[in-house]
């Protein structure tokens, strides 16, 4: 009789309960970050960003991280996305984050259209690639560095669309626990849940949080937090 064996997928569960109980050494978060976006896209990832209608110019390789433990292991510095948001200033993300735009921009369209009854057709960053610990109500447990020291986060203040106001974060958006009265607000709390529940995202932090995020949407594609 053969011997019996695990089903394939309970080999990654196993790993992490292994982990959660503390049955074998880790390494740094820093170097489980940078192992995961480096797995995140294959080779063919900026020819896949091309077919899917994004602007960018390719970033030289990273091989590894620097000496603050940061990088970005395929950079690309993107001007306009796949429906054809224009990003001012540019994302400077890795390209696996880049590719899941397409994702995130059809929740964000479809949102606009809903509420707003017109396409977004730019958005306003904070920024995106940044060696540098996370701030805020994170900082304790996180160990260290933000996703944004690997190209694997950007941060929205404000959305424009074809026709009608920008809405900004800091002005437009409603914390949890009242209902939007605004079709702004409505827009807002649309894209936020709605990127985390369709899994476009792993993270999307917002004035909800604490107050760092007061006036931006911070989203990354980074791992869940026990990982």
């Keep these: 009789m053969a ?6 997928w309970a080999g990654p569960w196993i790993e992490h309960l292994a ?7 880790r390494p740094p978060r820093a170097q489980r970050q940078w192992n995961h976006i480096v797995a995140a896209a294959g080779a063919d990832c900026r020819d ?9 110019q390719s970033l030289p390789d990273t091989e590894k991280p620097n000496k603050k433990g940061c990088g970005i292991p395929h950079g690309v510095l993107l001007s306009r996305g796949p429906t054809g948001i224009v990003y001012s200033p540019p994302l400077q993300v890795d390209c696996s984050l880049a590719l899941r735009l397409a ?9 606009a259209e809903a509420h707003l009854s017109s396409q977004i057709v730019r958005i306003n960053t904070l920024g995106s690639y940044a060696c540098r610990e996370v701030v805020g109500r994170m900082r304790p447990w996180s160990e260290g560095l933000s996703e944004h020291s690997f190209g694997n986060a950007f941060d929205i203040a404000r959305f424009s669309p ?13 914390l949890h626990g009242e209902d939007p009265s605004t079709r702004e ?28 995020h007061r006036d931006h949407l ?7 937090r026990w990982y």
């Design 185 to 212: 607000g409505r827009f807002l709390r649309g894209v936020s849940r709605r990127l985390r529940a369709e899994g476009a995202a792993a993270r999307v932090l917002g004035p909800d949080f604490d107050a760092s």
């Design 103 to 111: 994702d995130m921009e059809r929740v964000i369209q479809e949102e």
């Design 3 to 8: 011997p019996a064996t695990s089903p394939e």
């Design 162 to 174: 074809k026709r009608g106001r920008a809405i900004s974060v800091l002005r437009d958006y409603v």
């Design 48 to 56: 896949a960003l091309k077919r899917a209608g994004a602007r960018f």
């Design 218 to 224: 911070h989203i990354d594609c980074g791992t869940p």
């Design 19 to 25: 982990d959660a109980a503390g049955l074998r050494e």
